[in-house]
């Protein structure tokens, strides 16, 4: 039988990552001693892989796909493909970045002043790469952890990866640049990519997962309204594309459909009640597929 070997990222993204899978419609099993989850799909094998090392396994065609950030995905330097973009992390759905961050009362300004100064991070070879770019010549360092506290102890600046900042602000840290930014990534392995079934089950996956991803944060909206009273409806309800509009048995009243951002609800539901809408229903969707 045919099998999609999958790598989900241990760590932060695992339950992010998770929960994507099962609003698409998968559902993913973990156990705390074991890196192999159950899946209720039986062509489809996990992995629990650390997301640092990933595009490697990827690569060496021990999985099939693997999803992690592209900020190791570049880091690992590999040979893989990259399939699509999933803009979610631990806590929020937009790119994590990696800060060049200095001591608050530091003197450094910008990249250039880091000339013959040391850097800490766990993002050694794409944070070489951007003091190349920079003309500067600094020593970068790996940091096994804690990297915050290594200001001033050890280095004048590190680079680090955060989602609000908060965590350097308790520090007391200044970011004085953004090295990269970084969203989830899936990536293939050559030739699975190459391989027909693989191939056509991954862009399935892809599909499913870009869905449920795309429906976070928009709910279905759906509504009686006389017919005299549409066109004032439509002038003030957004939709993706047009809203789905069906006659009802009784005559005069139709049917009304869409899909909006969740967020504009509370102010537009009153605003569709006050000119005639009745029986208005706001759901939640699993996936939208452009």
């Known amino acids: 039988m045919?099998?999609?070997k999958i790598g989900i990222p241990k760590g932060s993204l695992q339950e992010p990552t998770i929960n994507l899978f099962k609003k698409a419609g998968y559902k993913i099993q973990t156990s705390n001693r074991s890196y192999y989850p159950t899946i209720d799909d039986e062509e489809i094998e996990i992995m629990l892989l650390r997301p640092q090392?990933?595009?490697?396994?990827?690569?060496?065609?021990i999985i099939d796909i693997g999803l992690a950030g592209r900020d190791w995905i570049i880091e690992c330097q590999t040979d893989v493909v990259e399939v699509a973009e999933f803009a979610y992390s631990r806590s929020t759905?937009?790119?994590t970045r990696w800060v060049l961050a200095v001591a608050e009362e530091s003197t450094i300004q910008s990249v250039k002043d880091l000339e013959g100064k040391i850097i800490f991070t766990e993002?050694?070879?794409s944070t070489k790469k951007?003091?190349?770019?920079n003309g500067v010549n600094a020593e970068v360092n790996f940091s096994h952890g804690a990297t915050e506290v290594k200001i001033p102890h050890l280095c004048q600046a590190i680079v680090e990866l955060t989602e609000t900042g908060s965590s350097l602000r308790a520090n007391q840290l200044r970011i004085v640049d953004t090295?990269?930014?970084s969203v989830t990534t899936m990536v293939a392995n050559k030739k699975s990519w190459e391989n027909e079934w693989k191939k056509t089950k991954i862009e399935n996956l892809k599909m499913l997962l870009a869905g449920a991803l795309k429906a976070e944060g928009k709910v279905g909206l759906k509504m009686n309204i006389e017919s005299k009273q549409l066109d004032e409806l439509v002038a003030i309800l957004p939709s993706m594309r047009n809203p789905t509009i069906s006659s009802l048995s009784q005559d005069g009243w139709?049917?009304?459909?869409?899909?909006?951002?969740?967020?504009?609800?509370?102010?537009?539901?009153?605003r569709l009640?006050?000119?005639g809408a009745e029986g208005i229903i706001e759901y939640s969707l699993n996936k939208v597929i452009p």
């Open 130 to 133: 951007y003091l190349a770019k």
């Open 2 to 4: 045919n099998t999609l």
């Open 53 to 61: 090392e990933m595009a490697l396994y990827v690569e060496k065609n």
């Open 179 to 181: 090295v990269m930014e």
């Open 273 to 275: 009640r006050r000119i």
């Open 123 to 125: 993002l050694v070879e």
């Open 254 to 270: 139709c049917a009304v459909e869409t899909v909006i951002d969740k967020h504009i609800c509370r102010d537009l539901i009153p």
């Open 93 to 95: 759905n937009q790119p």
